[in-house]
């Protein structure tokens, strides 16, 4: 069986834009905030922790948050690791997220630092 056999993902995907908030620069990399909305979790806040890849240039790791608050007052939380491959001011960025609904996520990310915006896409991972 092939990997992207294995790898299941719900047939909803849900799209939305991130406001970048922040970018603070650490001796191990840097952090970022962003901030949005996006439909059944409404107001979100990411913050990512960048790890450089020592060996290869434009691209590493990272670990990250990501809090939640619905109209309705329910909250969540998710927890964040995945990779990134940069090319100037344009990035891509892929993360699985094991989030407090019980509903493992995986996403992918393109980020334009000039424009200070993330689009983000999502989809649960079918269990």
Same mark, same amino acid.
């Given at each position: @069986?092939?990997?992207?056999?294995?790898?299941?993902?719900?047939?909803? %995907?849900?799209?939305?834009?991130? /406001?970048?908030?922040?970018? %603070?620069?650490?001796?191990?990399?840097?952090?970022?905030?962003?901030?949005? %909305?996006?439909?059944?979790?409404? /107001?979100?806040?990411?913050?990512?922790?960048?790890?450089?890849?020592?060996?290869?240039?434009? @691209?590493?790791?990272?670990?990250?948050?990501?809090?939640t608050l619905a109209e309705d007052g329910v909250q969540h939380e998710?927890?964040?690791?995945?990779?990134?491959?940069?090319?100037?001011?344009i990035g891509t960025v892929y993360s699985l997220d094991d989030v407090s609904d019980g509903a493992p996520n995986f996403c992918?990310?393109?980020?334009?630092?000039?424009?200070? %915006?993330?689009?983000?896409?999502?989809?649960?991972?079918?269990?």
């Amino acid at each position: @069986m092939s990997l992207a056999d294995q790898l299941k993902l719900e047939d909803e %995907t849900n799209s939305f834009e991130l /406001k970048i908030t922040s970018i %603070t620069q650490n001796p191990e990399g840097p952090q970022v905030n962003a901030t949005g %909305t996006v439909g059944r979790y409404g /107001k979100v806040w990411l913050t990512y922790n960048f790890v450089p890849n020592p060996t290869q240039e434009n @691209m590493g790791s990272f670990v990250g948050i990501g809090r939640t608050l619905a109209e309705d007052g329910v909250q969540h939380e998710g927890r964040r690791r995945g990779v990134y491959i940069g090319d100037g001011v344009i990035g891509t960025v892929y993360s699985l997220d094991d989030v407090s609904d019980g509903a493992p996520n995986f996403c992918i990310e393109q980020w334009d630092l000039s424009k200070e %915006t993330i689009q983000l896409q999502f989809s649960r991972i079918e269990k």
